[in-house]
């Protein structure tokens, strides 16, 4: 038998392939946007812990930037009355530890003030307050985010500064909306090379976290983005992308998370 369960009443594959961690938060994405851009790869490198090794792809690393709404979220199997739904923006690119494939977040934005500072000081994951605002009206989805000047209190995280000390701002507006049939990537594509991967890191204080998560394959469409702004690159002392993104949407996906732990 696979080593991969597929939860039936919430439609999560709760076992993913070397999966080491409990998962103890679920979640549902939703109105989610994957815009991904090629980049030079010794742009990159050095904005990694040493630990991870850059994939690359046709000689090109890639940046993503990813705004969503997170529903639903809470401890698996609590009552929905404890969960709870925020929007979320992500700035990532595409790692290895040890063979393993992974995601790097540079940057977590969430739209709850509260829920920032809890989630930064008990995951030590890099995340930011940000003003945001979602809407969605059946055919398009707007969303907008601005990071707040108190970035939640948390202040541990690497990222860029000017001579003042100050980040530059980190910005993101943008609508978009699907533009094609549903769609599942298939192994050996640049769709499937940059979505399905289960494992995800980050930096914490000069070292660096890990964590999972597990869902069922994404459910694709290709997708029709405008982005008016995007500092996202910037913020994270990142060089800003040449050209326009590939983009592809999400509606919905269940999914569930361990805890991050320190390598």
Not at 5 to 33: F, N
Not at 115 to 120: E, K, Y
Not at 179 to 191: E, H, N, Q, S
Request: contains cysteine; neutral net charge; charged residues 20%.
């Amino acid at each position: 038998m696979s080593d991969q369960r597929i939860d039936s009443a919430r439609g999560i594959d709760r076992k993913t392939p070397h999966q080491s961690m409990p998962h103890v938060a679920s979640m549902t994405w939703r109105h989610g946007l994957f815009a991904h851009w090629p980049v030079d790869p010794e742009a990159i490198r050095s904005h990694l812990p040493r630990e991870l090794t850059l994939e690359t792809r046709d000689g090109h690393a890639w940046v993503s930037v990813l705004p969503f709404v997170l529903a639903n979220v809470g401890l698996r199997w609590s009552p929905s009355i404890l969960k709870t739904a925020l929007p979320e923006l992500n700035v990532r690119t595409y790692v290895r530890y040890r063979g393993e494939p992974g995601l790097f977040f540079f940057s977590v934005d969430i739209g709850a003030p509260l829920l920032a500072r809890v989630i930064g000081q008990t995951t030590r994951l890099p995340v930011y307050h940000a003003r945001m605002r979602v809407g969605a009206d059946g055919r398009q989805v707007g969303f907008s985010s601005s990071r707040t000047d108190d970035e939640s209190g948390w202040d541990t995280h690497v990222g860029a500064r000017g001579e003042s000390g100050a980040r530059p701002p980190a910005r993101f507006d943008a609508t978009y909306r699907p533009a094609g049939d549903v769609f599942t990537p298939r192994p050996g594509t640049l769709a499937y090379w940059l979505t399905e991967r289960r494992r995800f890191y980050a930096p914490e204080n000069g070292g660096v976290l890990t964590g999972e998560i597990a869902h069922n394959p994404w459910p694709l469409q290709p997708a029709e983005a405008t982005i008016t702004e995007n500092t996202m690159f910037e913020a994270n002392g990142l060089p800003s992308p040449d050209g326009e993104p590939v983009c592809h949407y999400c509606e919905e996906l269940a999914m569930t998370g361990s805890i991050p732990r320190r390598l």
